[in-house]
C-alpha cells in the first residue's frame, strides 16, 4: 500500500484578535476567572536558528482562564494556528519509540474492537504527523487517510506509505474528505483536540467524516491528572484547551457526537482516550454508554473540577515548582557543576521560560531530532545538540525535560553513571536521581 502525495497547502485559519475579556470558544460567555497566569512566553516549537539570535521574539500571554459557564478551561487564541503548525514544525512522533508502540498498540486493539478489515474498513487520522500511527494501519493493508497541516511531518508520513492530505480539519475539510474517499470507519485524534482554537468546528469535522455507525477515538491530557501532577509545562500556544471528560463530551455534543466509553491512560502524565460514537446511533439505542463514563465524570466531580471553585489552587502549586527548580539550578551554579537537558520538547520551554532559565543556569540541551541540532531554544536561547554532546560534557547533571518520557529517556542515559552523572525532573516535583531509576 504505497503512500499518495501530499496534496494540498493548507488554508489559512482565521482567529479573532484578543481585545478585553475573551469569550469562550465553547459557550460564548465572557472569560472572566483565572486558572492560572504564567506571564509571556514565546511560541514553543518556534525554535531559532543562529542567524536570528539577534532578532526581536514575540512573546505571548500564557493567561489561562476557566469559563464560569461551561467550566472549559482555555488559553485564548493569541495568535493562529497556521502561525503554529506552520511548514517549519519541529515535532516529529516518531522520535520517541515508546509514542510509536503505544500507536501500535492502539491500532492493535482498535481492529479488534471495532473489527476492521483490510477488504472493507477506512481508518483516518487528524493531525497524523509524520506517519507513526497510520504506518500500523498500512502494515495492515487496511485503507486509511492521515490529515496533518504541517507540510514537513506530512512529506514525512508520504515516505512512510501513509497517504496524507496537508489541511487543517474543519466541518468543510471533513466533508469534502467524506465525499471523496467514503465515511470512516474510525477516525483518530489523538492529542490535537487541544490544539484548535475552533473546537466546535473541528469537532464538527470529527462527525463529517465518521461513518454513523463508526467511532471517534480522541486522547487528550486530562485537566484532572494536570493539576494533581503540577503538569504545568503543558500549558503553551499549541495548547488552547485543556479538557475534562465533563467538558469533552460538551464539545463533541455541540457536533453530534457522544461519548460511550472512556479508558484512563498514563500517557502525557494521565490522558484519557475517549471513544464517540454519532448521537444518533446512541439514541436509537445501537450504542450503549459503559460504565467507565459515569465513573469518570464521578471522579472529577469528587475533584471538583465540575464547579468554578474546584480549580482554585494550582497558581500556588506551579509557583512552588519555579521556585523549587530554580534553587537546584543556582545552588549547582554556585557549587560549579554543569547541568544540562535531555530533550528538546515544546513544553519544555513553558518551564525554562516562566522559570527565567538561561544559558548561564543551563549549558545546553540535546536532542534525538536531527532538524534541533545548531538552533536554539526560543526565549532563552540555550542551544540544541546532538546527545553525542553528552559524552563529551559529561555533566554532572541532566534535566530530563519530557518527564512524561521520564523511564524511558532514564534507561538511554544509564551510561552517564560511568562519570557520576544524576537525573533530574523538575516536574510533577523536584527529583535527582540515578541513570537507569
Known amino acids: 500500500m504505497s503512500g499518495d502525495p501530499v496534496l494540498t497547502a493548507p488554508a489559512a485559519v482565521p482567529v479573532r ?10 459557550c460564548g460567555a465572557t472569560l472572566t476567572h483565572t486558572f492560572v497566569d504564567l506571564g509571556m512566553s514565546p511560541p514553543c516549537e518556534r525554535i ?33 494556528a497556521d502561525a503554529i503548525f506552520d511548514d517549519d514544525y519541529a515535532y516529529y512522533s516518531s ?24 477488504e472493507a474498513s477506512f481508518v483516518v487520522e487528524v493531525a497524523s504527523n509524520d506517519g507513526y500511527l497510520l504506518q500500523h494501519v498500512v502494515a495492515r493493508g487496511i485503507r ?21 492530505l496537508v489541511e487543517f480539519l474543519g466541518e468543510r475539510t471533513g466533508a469534502a474528505v467524506r465525499a471523496a474517499h467514503g465515511p470512516a470507519d474510525l477516525v483518530v485524534a489523538n492529542n490535537v483536540f487541544a490544539h484548535v482554537p475552533d473546537i466546535v468546528d473541528f469537532a464538527r469535522g470529527l462527525r463529517a467524516l465518521v461513518a454513523d455507525d463508526g467511532r471517534v477515538s480522541i486522547e487528550i491530557p ?12 503543558t500549558i503553551y500556544h499549541e495548547h488552547f484547551s485543556y479538557l475534562t471528560l465533563l467538558t469533552t ?23 484519557l482516550r475517549t471513544w464517540s460514537a454519532p448521537t444518533a446511533a446512541v439514541e436509537a439505542g445501537r450504542v450503549t454508554p459503559s460504565d467507565a463514563v459515569a465513573r469518570v465524570l464521578a471522579a472529577e466531580a469528587a475533584a471538583g473540577l465540575h464547579t468554578v471553585e474546584g480549580h482554585a489552587g494550582f497558581a500556588a502549586q506551579v509557583s512552588q515548582v519555579r521556585d523549587d527548580f530554580v534553587s537546584f539550578l543556582v545552588s549547582a551554579r554556585q557549587a560549579g557543576k554543569r547541568v544540562v537537558a535531555y530533550g528538546a520538547p515544546g513544553k519544555g520551554n513553558t518551564l525554562l521560560n516562566h522559570c527565567g532559565v538561561r544559558a548561564d543556569l543551563l549549558e545546553f540541551a540535546v536532542d534525538r531530532n536531527p532538524y534541533k541540532h545548531g538552533r536554539f531554544l526560543p526565549g532563552t536561547h540555550i542551544p ?32 552517564t553513571a560511568e562519570w557520576g552523572a544524576r537525573l533530574v525532573t523538575a516536574l510533577p516535583h523536584l527529583e535527582i536521581f540515578a541513570p537507569g531509576h
Open 95 to 118: 522520535y520517541s519509540s515508546s509514542w510509536v508502540e503505544h500507536a501500535r498498540r492502539f491500532v492493535d486493539g482498535a481492529v479488534d474492537r471495532l473489527g476492521l478489515t483490510p
Open 144 to 164: 486509511c487517510l492521515g490529515i496533518e497541516p504541517t507540510a514537513n511531518t506530512a512529506a514525512a508520513a508520504v515516505e512512510r506509505g501513509v497517504p496524507t
Open 48 to 80: 531559532l536558528r543562529a542567524d536570528e539570535l539577534d532578532r526581536g521574539e514575540t512573546f505571548y500571554p500564557l493567561h489561562v482562564r476557566v469559563c464560569e459557564q461551561c467550566l472549559l478551561v482555555q488559553l485564548p487564541a493569541y495568535l493562529p
Open 222 to 233: 486530562h485537566l484532572q491528572r494536570l493539576i494533581e501532577g503540577n503538569e504545568y509545562d
Open 249 to 271: 463530551q460538551r464539545v463533541l455534543a455541540a457536533a453530534g457526537l457522544t461519548v460511550v466509553d472512556v479508558e484512563e491512560l498514563e500517557s502525557h502524565g494521565g490522558s
Open 384 to 415: 540544541i545538540l546532538p546527545p553525542s554532546a553528552l559524552d563529551d560534557a559529561r555533566p554532572d547533571f541532566v534535566v530530563i525535560m519530557p518527564w512524561n518520557l521520564r523511564r524511558e529517556i532514564s534507561a538511554q542515559l544509564e551510561y
Open 17 to 26: 484578535a484578543v481585545s478585553g475579556p475573551p469569550a469562550c470558544r465553547l
